[in-house]
């Protein structure tokens, strides 16, 4: 069974294809800059041997349909699949799904007016996921698609977690609550903890830490979100790339008057101009670590601000949870930084994390735990797959809906 996994962005669209009886990538790639006068298209292909073999070209793809069009015509020429009804259906990555979806939606008409709706939770994404959604239907009428939300995972969170301390009909009537984000990423790591330990994941308490260009935290108990800590947006929680996270909420007003910045300007300056970037003037870690090694001191800042927030974190979700089983470091800089990781964990033995340097150090594409002998808990480095996760959660849609039967 042959499932395509599609993250449609406003000029891009990203693209994976599964074979899904072995769990095996056969192609992925992007196309960038739609709708410009020169599109790239870099693509990776597996042979028969698991080897990989990368390219990039350039050419002009003036729209998402093209686009399409375009990655059909590749993986036909590619021998990939032979017709676009090789395909058992079609992933897409939906940003936002707000209340309404818990899980992996099969979509029809009635769906797509859904998720017009949710446009107002993610005006920067929602439309170009819908943009890619109505392609895809157009191009493969007859293959199911599916939806696949980064807020499905923490529709779990209760209320206690998921308001904010505001007038309730703002909740009520606006929908402003905690969304929670990178789900597919938390649940994916979740589940790889779960196997790891040969334990079914609704037995485990577990603090996922995805640290990427965006980063979150989620607190798993029993095998579901209790508490992340992106919010109704991606903006809240973590120092990341280019976000601030947590910021005292009055800022915006102080900023309003004092400078008088307008709305737009402090919506770009928290979420592109913050975080890392905003300290040290670089948002990509591999940089900043060369910087702090040359004696810059706004880079070494930049790094004990991002680990001192994410101990904070670390700390709250223990108490969340009581009983923690394992802490998991994913993402870029979590799958990679073993500095990073280690000035995390140093410091938190009160809570039975501690690590050994020896074991920190490896690289690995698969599962590791890093713990030492005195750990109580395992701590789990995880590269994690969220384009598998959603073709496995689109072939479980689709097993459970009529297309199966
Ligand atoms: P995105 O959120 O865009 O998916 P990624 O998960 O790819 O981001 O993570 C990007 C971040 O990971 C960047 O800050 C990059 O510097 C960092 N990163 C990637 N590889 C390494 C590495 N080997 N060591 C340290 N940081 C790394």
């Keep these: 069974m042959k499932i395509l996994v599609l993250n449609s962005g406003s000029s891009s669209i990203k693209y994976s294809v599964f074979e ?19 599109s790239i298209h870099q693509y990776c292909l597996a042979d028969t041997d698991g080897k990989t073999q990368e390219s990039t070209i350039a050419q002009l793809v003036p729209d998402h349909q093209q686009g399409l069009a375009k990655i059909i015509q590749f993986l036909q020429k590619s021998a990939v699949i032979q017709q676009a009804s ?12 707000g209340e309404k979806f818990h899980q992996p939606t099969l979509i029809d008409k009635t769906i797509l007016m859904e998720l017009r709706k949710m446009i107002p939770l993610a005006p920067l994404h929602n439309p170009a996921n819908l943009t890619g959604i109505q392609e895809a239907m157009k191009f493969a009428k007859n293959i199911p698609q599916v939806a696949v939300f980064d807020t499905a995972f923490h529709q779990s969170i209760p209320a206690h977690a998921f308001l904010y301390a505001i007038p309730k009909e ?7 609550r905690r969304y929670g984000f990178h789900g597919t990423s938390h649940h994916y790591v979740a589940k790889q903890a779960a196997k790891f330990l040969g334990k079914p994941l609704r037995s485990l308490n577990l603090i996922t830490l995805h640290l990427g260009n965006g980063g979150s935290v989620t607190a798993i108990k029993q095998g579901k979100s209790v508490d992340t800590s992106m919010g ?28 008088g910045m307008s709305c737009d300007e402090i919506n770009t300056l928290l979420n592109q101009q913050s975080g890392l970037k905003g300290i040290c003037g670089e948002n990509d870690m591999r940089t900043i670590h060369a910087m702090a090694d040359t004696g810059d001191k706004s880079a070494q800042l930049a790094i004990d601000m991002y680990c001192y927030r994410i ?16 802490l998991v470091f994913t993402g870029g800089i979590g799958e990679n930084d073993e500095q990073i990781r280690e000035t995390i964990c140093a410091g938190l033995s009160f809570f039975g994390i501690s690590i ?19 750990s109580t808990l395992s701590v789990f480095v995880i590269p994690t797959d969220e384009e598998l996760e959603i073709a496995m959660q689109t072939m479980m849609c689709i097993e459970n809906s009529s297309f199966s039967q």
């Design 232 to 259: 109704m947006t991606p903006l809240e929680g973590l120092i990341m790339g280019t976000r601030s996270g947590d910021i005292d909420p009055a800022i915006p007003f102080y900023l309003n008057k004092n400078p």
């Design 170 to 176: 703002l909740y009520e009537q606006a929908g402003i």
């Design 356 to 374: 050994d340097p020896h074991k920190n150090a490896m690289t690995s594409t698969k599962i590791i735990d890093i713990k030492d002998k005195k």
């Design 20 to 38: 899904m009886d072995e769990l095996l990538i056969l192609a992925s790639g992007i196309i960038e800059k739609i709708g410009e006068t020169q």
């Design 311 to 326: 101990k904070k974190y670390i700390g709250a979700y223990c108490a969340v949870l009581g009983k923690v089983d394992a």
């Design 86 to 97: 090789d395909l058992a259906a079609i992933g897409h990555r939906v940003v936002h799904g």
